[in-house]
Protein backbone atom coordinates (compact mmCIF):
# COMPACT_ATOMS: atom_id res chain seq x y z
CA UNK A 1 0.00 0.00 0.00
CA UNK A 2 0.74 3.73 -0.24
CA UNK A 3 3.56 4.85 2.51
CA UNK A 4 3.81 8.67 2.98
CA UNK A 5 7.03 9.90 5.06
CA UNK A 6 7.13 13.52 5.83
CA UNK A 7 9.65 15.48 7.31
CA UNK A 8 10.48 17.05 9.62
CA UNK A 9 8.72 16.29 12.32
CA UNK A 10 9.00 19.94 14.57
CA UNK A 11 10.06 22.87 12.63
CA UNK A 12 10.72 26.54 14.65
CA UNK A 13 10.65 29.74 12.91
CA UNK A 14 11.22 33.09 12.89
CA UNK A 15 7.98 35.35 12.57
CA UNK A 16 8.31 36.42 8.54
CA UNK A 17 10.56 33.68 7.60
CA UNK A 18 9.62 30.91 5.37
CA UNK A 19 8.64 27.36 6.18
CA UNK A 20 8.94 24.08 4.31
CA UNK A 21 7.90 20.67 4.52
CA UNK A 22 8.11 17.61 2.14
CA UNK A 23 6.81 14.75 1.84
CA UNK A 24 7.36 11.41 -0.70
CA UNK A 25 4.97 8.76 -1.26
CA UNK A 26 5.48 5.32 -2.45
CA UNK A 27 2.61 4.52 -5.28
CA UNK A 28 2.75 6.33 -8.66
CA UNK A 29 -0.96 5.63 -8.65
CA UNK A 30 -1.12 8.38 -6.51
CA UNK A 31 -3.01 11.26 -8.24
CA UNK A 32 -4.50 13.87 -5.01
CA UNK A 33 -1.98 15.11 -2.66
CA UNK A 34 -3.94 17.82 -0.26
CA UNK A 35 -2.78 19.25 2.58
CA UNK A 36 -4.04 20.25 5.99
CA UNK A 37 -3.34 22.68 9.00
CA UNK A 38 -4.40 20.60 12.32
CA UNK A 39 -4.28 23.20 15.45
CA UNK A 40 -4.81 21.64 19.20
CA UNK A 41 -8.18 19.71 19.46
CA UNK A 42 -9.59 20.94 15.84
CA UNK A 43 -10.29 19.02 13.10
CA UNK A 44 -7.87 18.92 9.72
CA UNK A 45 -8.63 21.74 7.61
CA UNK A 46 -7.76 21.48 4.13
CA UNK A 47 -5.18 24.51 3.21
CA UNK A 48 -4.11 23.08 -0.81
CA UNK A 49 -3.93 20.67 -2.76
CA UNK A 50 -2.51 19.55 -5.73
CA UNK A 51 -3.23 16.79 -8.78
CA UNK A 52 -0.91 14.87 -10.47
CA UNK A 53 -0.93 16.61 -13.38
CA UNK A 54 -0.17 19.95 -11.88
CA UNK A 55 3.55 20.73 -10.86
CA UNK A 56 2.94 23.90 -8.93
CA UNK A 57 -0.10 25.57 -7.08
CA UNK A 58 -0.54 28.75 -5.13
CA UNK A 59 -2.81 30.68 -3.04
CA UNK A 60 -1.59 33.58 -1.39
CA UNK A 61 1.32 33.01 1.30
CA UNK A 62 1.22 29.08 0.55
CA UNK A 63 2.62 26.97 -2.02
CA UNK A 64 2.52 22.88 -2.86
CA UNK A 65 5.21 21.66 -5.98
CA UNK A 66 4.69 18.00 -6.86
CA UNK A 67 7.97 15.96 -8.76
CA UNK A 68 6.14 13.13 -10.00
CA UNK A 69 9.12 11.61 -11.11
CA UNK A 70 10.69 11.89 -8.17
CA UNK A 71 7.55 11.05 -5.69
CA UNK A 72 7.94 14.11 -3.94
CA UNK A 73 5.77 17.03 -2.74
CA UNK A 74 6.26 19.61 -0.58
CA UNK A 75 4.81 22.37 0.96
CA UNK A 76 5.49 25.92 1.14
CA UNK A 77 4.84 28.82 3.07
CA UNK A 78 6.13 32.37 3.05
CA UNK A 79 6.10 35.10 5.89
CA UNK A 80 4.94 33.19 8.42
CA UNK A 81 2.42 34.17 11.03
CA UNK A 82 2.08 33.14 14.56
CA UNK A 83 -1.59 32.00 13.55
CA UNK A 84 0.24 29.31 11.11
CA UNK A 85 1.51 27.48 14.30
CA UNK A 86 -0.25 24.38 14.06
CA UNK A 87 0.43 20.38 12.81
CA UNK A 88 0.46 20.29 8.90
CA UNK A 89 -0.15 16.86 7.93
CA UNK A 90 0.71 15.86 4.04
CA UNK A 91 -1.04 12.90 2.11
CA UNK A 92 -1.42 10.92 -0.96
CA UNK A 93 -4.93 9.52 -2.40
CA UNK A 94 -5.47 6.39 -3.96
CA UNK A 95 -8.03 4.22 -4.50
CA UNK A 96 -10.50 6.02 -2.44
CA UNK A 97 -8.27 6.72 -0.02
CA UNK A 98 -5.69 9.37 1.95
CA UNK A 99 -2.68 8.15 3.14
CA UNK A 100 -1.02 10.42 5.38
CA UNK A 101 2.32 11.50 6.95
CA UNK A 102 3.02 11.53 10.42
CA UNK A 103 3.11 15.26 10.68
CA UNK A 104 4.91 18.43 11.31
CA UNK A 105 4.61 20.39 14.45
CA UNK A 106 5.30 24.10 13.20
CA UNK A 107 6.12 26.51 15.52
CA UNK A 108 6.39 30.49 14.73
CA UNK A 109 8.20 32.59 17.08
CA UNK A 110 7.14 36.24 17.67
CA UNK B 1 -23.61 25.33 3.19
CA UNK B 2 -23.18 23.25 5.92
CA UNK B 3 -20.22 21.46 6.33
CA UNK B 4 -19.65 17.60 7.30
CA UNK B 5 -21.21 17.31 10.96
CA UNK B 6 -20.38 14.43 13.34
CA UNK B 7 -22.28 13.08 16.12
CA UNK B 8 -21.95 13.05 19.12
CA UNK B 9 -18.91 14.74 19.77
CA UNK B 10 -17.57 13.79 23.04
CA UNK B 11 -17.87 9.92 24.35
CA UNK B 12 -16.71 7.59 26.91
CA UNK B 13 -17.37 4.06 26.67
CA UNK B 14 -16.21 1.19 29.07
CA UNK B 15 -14.47 -1.41 27.47
CA UNK B 16 -16.41 -4.56 25.97
CA UNK B 17 -19.45 -1.85 24.98
CA UNK B 18 -20.33 -0.77 21.64
CA UNK B 19 -20.87 2.39 20.12
CA UNK B 20 -22.17 3.91 16.91
CA UNK B 21 -20.76 7.54 15.41
CA UNK B 22 -22.74 9.13 12.84
CA UNK B 23 -21.30 11.49 9.97
CA UNK B 24 -23.94 13.86 7.84
CA UNK B 25 -21.78 14.48 4.59
CA UNK B 26 -21.32 18.10 3.21
CA UNK B 27 -25.14 18.65 0.80
CA UNK B 28 -24.30 16.85 -2.33
CA UNK B 29 -21.27 15.08 -1.65
CA UNK B 30 -21.83 11.04 -1.72
CA UNK B 31 -18.48 9.91 -0.51
CA UNK B 32 -17.91 9.47 2.88
CA UNK B 33 -14.69 8.16 4.50
CA UNK B 34 -13.85 7.64 8.15
CA UNK B 35 -10.15 7.94 9.50
CA UNK B 36 -8.82 7.44 12.86
CA UNK B 37 -6.40 9.70 14.95
CA UNK B 38 -4.23 8.55 17.33
CA UNK B 39 -1.22 10.41 19.13
CA UNK B 40 0.71 7.10 18.15
CA UNK B 41 -0.54 5.90 14.76
CA UNK B 42 -1.24 9.06 13.48
CA UNK B 43 -3.96 9.48 10.78
CA UNK B 44 -5.46 5.68 9.63
CA UNK B 45 -7.94 5.11 7.25
CA UNK B 46 -10.72 2.91 8.47
CA UNK B 47 -13.03 2.72 5.10
CA UNK B 48 -15.14 4.71 2.50
CA UNK B 49 -18.63 4.21 1.23
CA UNK B 50 -20.03 6.01 -1.65
CA UNK B 51 -23.94 4.83 -2.83
CA UNK B 52 -23.64 2.43 0.22
CA UNK B 53 -21.37 0.60 -1.11
CA UNK B 54 -17.69 0.16 0.22
CA UNK B 55 -15.19 0.72 -1.92
CA UNK B 56 -12.14 0.49 0.37
CA UNK B 57 -11.59 -0.52 3.63
CA UNK B 58 -8.07 -0.22 6.16
CA UNK B 59 -6.09 -2.71 8.11
CA UNK B 60 -8.24 -2.70 10.90
CA UNK B 61 -9.90 -6.03 13.31
CA UNK B 62 -13.40 -6.82 12.09
CA UNK B 63 -14.91 -5.10 15.41
CA UNK B 64 -14.46 -1.91 13.01
CA UNK B 65 -17.73 -1.82 10.82
CA UNK B 66 -19.62 1.17 8.95
CA UNK B 67 -22.47 1.90 6.34
CA UNK B 68 -23.46 4.38 4.37
CA UNK B 69 -27.54 5.28 3.93
CA UNK B 70 -29.59 6.18 0.70
CA UNK B 71 -29.22 9.45 1.62
CA UNK B 72 -24.96 9.53 1.94
CA UNK B 73 -25.12 9.78 5.68
CA UNK B 74 -22.59 7.43 7.52
CA UNK B 75 -22.53 5.32 10.40
CA UNK B 76 -19.52 3.48 11.44
CA UNK B 77 -19.68 0.89 14.53
CA UNK B 78 -17.27 -0.23 16.87
CA UNK B 79 -17.98 -3.19 18.91
CA UNK B 80 -16.38 -4.48 21.97
CA UNK B 81 -14.25 -1.90 22.56
CA UNK B 82 -10.50 -1.69 23.79
CA UNK B 83 -8.55 0.57 25.33
CA UNK B 84 -6.25 1.42 22.29
CA UNK B 85 -9.58 2.27 20.60
CA UNK B 86 -9.60 5.48 22.11
CA UNK B 87 -8.97 8.16 19.34
CA UNK B 88 -10.46 10.87 17.15
CA UNK B 89 -12.68 9.45 15.09
CA UNK B 90 -12.73 11.63 12.00
CA UNK B 91 -15.44 11.48 8.97
CA UNK B 92 -14.74 13.04 5.65
CA UNK B 93 -16.64 13.73 2.60
CA UNK B 94 -16.14 14.68 -1.23
CA UNK B 95 -18.00 14.51 -4.51
CA UNK B 96 -17.27 11.09 -5.60
CA UNK B 97 -14.01 10.29 -4.02
CA UNK B 98 -12.46 9.88 -7.04
CA UNK B 99 -9.72 12.44 -6.56
CA UNK B 100 -12.23 15.48 -5.38
CA UNK B 101 -11.01 17.95 -2.69
CA UNK B 102 -11.81 16.30 1.20
CA UNK B 103 -13.64 17.72 3.74
CA UNK B 104 -13.31 16.59 7.24
CA UNK B 105 -15.83 16.83 10.34
CA UNK B 106 -14.92 17.68 14.14
CA UNK B 107 -14.71 14.47 14.92
CA UNK B 108 -16.51 12.57 17.55
CA UNK B 109 -14.01 11.90 20.69
CA UNK B 110 -14.18 8.80 21.83
CA UNK B 111 -12.45 7.87 24.91
CA UNK B 112 -12.75 4.05 26.43
CA UNK B 113 -12.17 3.50 29.94
Known amino acids: GENVEQHPSTLSVQEGDSAVIKCTYS??????FPWYKQELGKRPQLIIDIRSNVGEKKDQRIAVTLNKTAKHFSLHITETQPEDSAVYFC?????????FGAGTTVTVRA | KAGVTQTPRYLIKTRGQQVTLSCSPISGHRSVSWYQQTPGQGLQFLFEYFSETQRNKGNFPGRFSGRQFSNSRSEMNVSTLELGDSALYLC????????????FGEGSWLTVV
Open chain 1, 27 to 32: DSASNY
Open chain 1, 91 to 99: AAYYDYKLS
Open chain 2, 92 to 103: ASSLSGSGNTIY
